[in-house]
């Protein structure tokens, strides 16, 4: 017998679940299907959210013949297959092809279709759980549209949920029972994946007695089916750099509570490593000067979690995270490296000065290295003035005092000394 989540798949646009900002009405992806019209496109999130489902639909809506690949099998040579067909007699309206996976094809094999959907031969439409910004091949990108799928609500997910709760029962000839709290349970747990949803349904309705009338589904019985299987989250994947990127902007932006959170979702995924590198980042990013004992305290609360381990390490990392969050912000000296770096990256360089340059080996004061060098120490606040940079960017600027109480004391601190007051 065929999975549950493939025998309830919708056969129509208004049985699909969630999705309402492409598929409700009057939106603009309802309406090109319905058309007819189809174009070149790219359906682009999470797994298990109606992107296969929709390419069936809008395959069954075409007057094309219709291929599935999956880029993680397929190879040239299934490729080859598909474009020896163009022009048959049944696929004179052309052909459709639903590529699953394209971020698994490489350059080469996305190259093969170019020349067939330039000319229209080949209508493409494609589906990846990666950003396709970064895995689709250029010219195939600008010859589709990207249509971004969500994942789907809690209580969308909870009405798939109840439709094959319902299935199974008609299939079984046993009342199911499984209330509204058990639904949302279920759609919780799934994390927006409707396929996940209704697989643990499936599960759970295999431990149904077949002799039984009636049975009753429970929390208990719900929780060890779901487990952890909430939690998007795929190291190598968008959802990684995503949450990566929702962590230090929490930070930046002086939010402790989202940055907790953020956290929390890195660290139950296990992914300790990145946490921890992250946080040393923004110590030093996005706090920096304005606080600066932010990097030594972040790297004894990083050490500490490593030597914990999880779920200890929680602790450390979460006072970390919380530390910065309400701690005075600066990103001056991120700046002047980025500014330096820039430069050097650009060829801006030039000699360094004599005065500067290594004096300590035989020959150096014929080379004029270090001869007029002025020791700082041997002056009085410690400071002489004398040229640093070389030549032609003597009077550059990298390093711009922060508007933060403690850098607006030392660059005042400094003006007085070099004023010599």
Known sequence: MRPLADRLRPQLLDQIVGQRHLLGPGSLLRRIIESGNIQNMIFYGPSGIGKTTLASIIARKSNKKLYKLNATTASISDIRQIISDIGGLDAENGILLYLDEIQYFNKKQQQSLL??????????????TENPYFYVYGAILSRSTVFEFKPVTAEDVALAVKRAFDCVSSELGIAISADEDICLQIAYASGGDVR???????MLSLAVDPAAESAVITAEDVSQVAQS??????????????ILSALQKSVRGSDPDAAVHYLARLLAAGDLPSACRRLLVMACEDVGLAYPQAIAI?????????QLGMPEAQLPLGEAVVLMATAPKSNSSANAIWAAMADINNGVTGEIPPHLRDSHYEGAGKLGHGLSYKYPHSYPNHYVAQQYLPDNIKDKVYYEYGENKTEQTVMNYWKNIKRGE
């Open 115 to 128: 020349e067939f959907i330039e000319d229209g031969s080949i209508t493409l439409i494609a589906s990846t």
């Open 196 to 202: 996940k949803a209704i697989n643990a349904v499936e």
């Open 229 to 242: 299987s909430s939690l998007r989250y795929d190291r190598d994947g968008d959802s990684h750099y995503d």
């Open 298 to 306: 972040v790297k004894a609360c990083v050490d500490s979690a490593l």
